[in-house]
């Protein structure tokens, strides 16, 4: 950063295109009265191990369990009478099933913990799953086990309880290590306002106090580099100010005496005197923690294949239990015989292969993602992806860079190309303004030799002059040419500020010798996206709180057919509701703070890896490598991986199929009734075809 104040770098209307931008400060005072509950974005939360503990803890906690509780089984399946008989040893004496009902109790209670109060979390929202079904089988089992210890008549099944909790231990650690933690994006939204400001006093005296201490009509002193901390006006200094994260405004807007300003942008050069006119939950910031807050509150927990799943299994656990119970009772026999025949149903309908069919696609799929660049956060957003019939796009950082760079330079007769990059390039290799990077970038790639450069300044309503090679050079905005009566193309420079570019001219010796023309860059990768997703039939829309002219440059280029520009972050939620009530399934992707309402109010939120902190936190899919073609590899992937699950779910489940008739003794009047043993047997078939199928999941 150039830090003397004279080497500012004015470049007087540097960006001639700066229309009015009042409507990227216009506050926007909806908060969202309406609760769009239909928001698919809550994902399962696994009962209880929520979104207020540390995720590296929980999946610390759950391996924790998961090797003690295997420990511990060892003993349980040596003590168990109906393992020993399986295997054809006996190894019974005297208190042994004391020893087995302590061991159990432990795994039972330690190992059993999360799914038990989980399974209280389901059921108190009425909306029983995975953890209520791991709840009730386990229950049942070490209930029914305790009396049989205790003199009622049947077979224990110790055995049973521990390897379920086991395996569903392993399946949940297994998932929790594979995808990301719960989203602290407010926090990162937080963490975007400075904690101090320098306050000016009567005298202009500094004073470092806490933001919380500032109050309205305060004035306060922003250097160079800084964060603006409050939203205000400018009532001393002029300086370009960064506001592309929180507005999507890709150029640095320069402010002066009178302009506003928003808290959390960056000062890019000048010193500024700001007058304090929002605090607190007035300002623009507050505003937008508001609304994702808002929009994360009222997702509706949509619950992933695996918990639907879980939710038909319970209840038909709990139907098939019943039944059971009732017929065998029916056909006359004891009571003891007909509850251990319901116990067995039921303990049965709780698949082992279930608590892994979900969580090892995951792993595979979760693994597969991330060697092409994709983190996925919200598993149950991440399946919905292959429904998708919108991908809307933020523009400044997602289609394009981000970055300026040159897209036309024209000579003057007599001058090459080559020879107005060189000139502009020595001139702005002093400075640090986004139109000096892109220039010095061009001549870079070109590989062009600077020249030498001295008596460097920065003239205000002149732009920026120097001594190259001994020679004087100007680069100068358009206002400076007009008024200065130069001659030029017109009609050229016309056409590339009407695609929003913005355009700056060189002088030599007071001669015009070409100009230059800058845009943000689109990204190639950008193109090849929204082909691939118009092949799919899914319609791509561009959402941008940049400027229409700029927008539609981009938009030309892309082939994008549907864009809305100048859009506030309240219009981009809102805006992402309008698309859903349309019936469609709706993805976001986005970079800056202003995108992450509209990441959060959509059913499929996507970041781009270079974006803020916030837009990543916001998100259910981070893409690594900032490529838009991800989006379109996510949606493959998404595809795939469900295809994968319901193949699993149907190996896990078709076992149950099998296995709940011959246990509730449809068979028994010819003599066959499903023994326990071979129940065992076949849980242990369908556990490992489950993980050889999940393995088989290629990208």
């Known amino acids: 950063m150039v830090k003397h104040e004279d080497e500012k770098h004015e470049h007087s209307e540097h960006h001639f295109h700066n229309q009015d931008h009042s409507h990227e400060h216009a506050i926007s005072h909806d908060q969202h009265d309406e609760k769009h509950s239909h928001d698919s974005h809550g994902g399962h939360d696994h009962g209880g191990h929520g979104h207020h503990h540390d995720h590296g803890d929980m999946v610390g906690d759950f391996k924790k369990r998961f090797f003690l509780s295997l420990l511990i089984t060892i003993p349980i399946l040596a003590l168990s009478p109906m393992i020993q008989g399986f295997m054809g040893v006996d190894w019974r004496f005297a208190g042994d099933m004391y020893i087995l009902f302590a061991l159990s109790t432990v795994v039972f209670f330690y190992g059993g913990w999360p799914f038990l109060t989980g399974a209280i979390g389901e059921l108190k929202e009425k909306n029983p799953g995975m953890m209520t079904l791991i709840g009730l089988a386990i229950a049942i089992a070490y209930g029914y086990s305790t009396m049989v210890v205790f003199g009622w008549q049947g077979d224990q099944l110790f055995w049973e309880l521990a390897t379920l909790v086991d395996i569903m231990l392993l399946g949940h650690w297994i998932e929790m290590r594979s995808v990301m933690g719960a989203s602290n994006a407010l926090e990162q939204l937080v963490k975007l306002m400075p904690n101090e400001a320098h306050r000016l006093d009567e005298n202009d005296q500094i004073q470092d106090v806490l933001l919380s201490k500032l109050k309205h009509n305060d004035r306060v002193l922003v250097k160079p580099g800084e964060k603006i901390p409050v939203d205000g006006a400018i009532t001393d200094g002029s300086s370009a100010v960064d506001e592309s994260m929180l507005t999507g405004e890709s150029v640095p807007v320069e402010k002066a005496n009178g302009d506003e300003v928003i808290g959390g942008s960056i000062n890019k050069e000048g010193s500024l005197t700001i007058q304090v006119e929002k605090t607190g939950e007035d300002s623009y910031l507050s505003q937008v923690i508001t609304m994702v807050k808002e929009a994360q509150e009222s997702k509706s927990k949509t619950q992933d294949l695996t918990n639907r799943a879980a939710k038909w299994l319970f209840y038909l656990a709990l139907a098939a239990g019943l039944v059971t119970l009732f017929i065998w009772m029916l056909l006359g026999y004891t009571f003891d015989v007909a509850i251990e025949r319901m ?89 640090e303004h986004p139109i000096a990077t892109g220039i010095e970038k061009e001549a870079k790639e070109q590989d062009i030799a600077l020249g030498n450069l001295a008596d460097f300044e920065s003239i205000t309503g002149k732009g920026i002059q120097g001594n190259v090679d001994g020679r004087k050079v100007n680069v100068v905005s358009p206002g400076y040419v007009t008024t200065n009566n130069f001659s030029y193309d017109q009609q050229l420079f016309n056409g590339m500020s009407e ?31 929204i082909a691939s997703l118009k092949e799919n039939g899914i319609h791509s829309i561009m959402l941008t709180g940049d400027n229409k002219k700029v927008a539609n440059w981009v938009a030309k280029q892309l082939d994008i057919d549907e864009v809305y520009a100048e859009v506030l972050p309240d219009d981009k939620a809102n805006q992402v509701k309008k698309i859903k009530e349309k019936g469609w399934s709706v993805a976001m992707t986005g970079d800056g703070v202003n995108d992450a309402p509209a990441l959060a109010t959509a059913d499929l939120g996507i970041a781009i890896g270079a974006g803020t902190d916030v837009a990543m936190e916001t998100a259910d899919v981070v893409l690594v490598k900032s490529n838009p073609n991800d989006v379109v590899a996510l949606m493959d992937l998404s595809k795939k991986t469900y295809r994968k699950m319901v193949q699993n779910l149907w190996w896990a489940t078709g076992y149950n199929i099998f296995a709940i008739p011959l246990a509730a003794g449809v068979l028994a009047p010819i003599g066959i009734i499903l023994s326990p043993a071979v129940g065992a047997v076949l849980m242990s078939l369908s556990t490992i075809i489950v993980a050889i199928n999940a393995k088989l999941l290629k990208a």
């Open 343 to 431: 116990v067995t149903v039921m303990v049965i309908t709780c698949p082992h292969a279930l608590g892994l069919a979900a969580p090892l696609v995951v792993a595979v799929s979760t693994s597969i993602s991330a060697q092409k660049g994709l983190l996925i956060r919200n598993r149950a957003n991440f399946e919905g992806a292959r429904n998708l019939n919108a991908v809307v796009f933020d523009k400044t950082g997602t289609l394009t860079k981000g970055e300026f760079g040159v897209t036309d330079i024209v000579s003057s007769e007599g001058y090459s190309e080559g020879d107005v990059l060189t000139y502009a390039a020595t001139i702005e290799q002093n400075s």
């Open 499 to 529: 695609e929003g570019k913005t355009v700056v001219f060189v002088l030599l010796e007071d001669e015009l010798i070409g100009m230059i023309a800058l845009a943000d860059i689109v990204r190639e990768t950008a193109k090849e996206a």
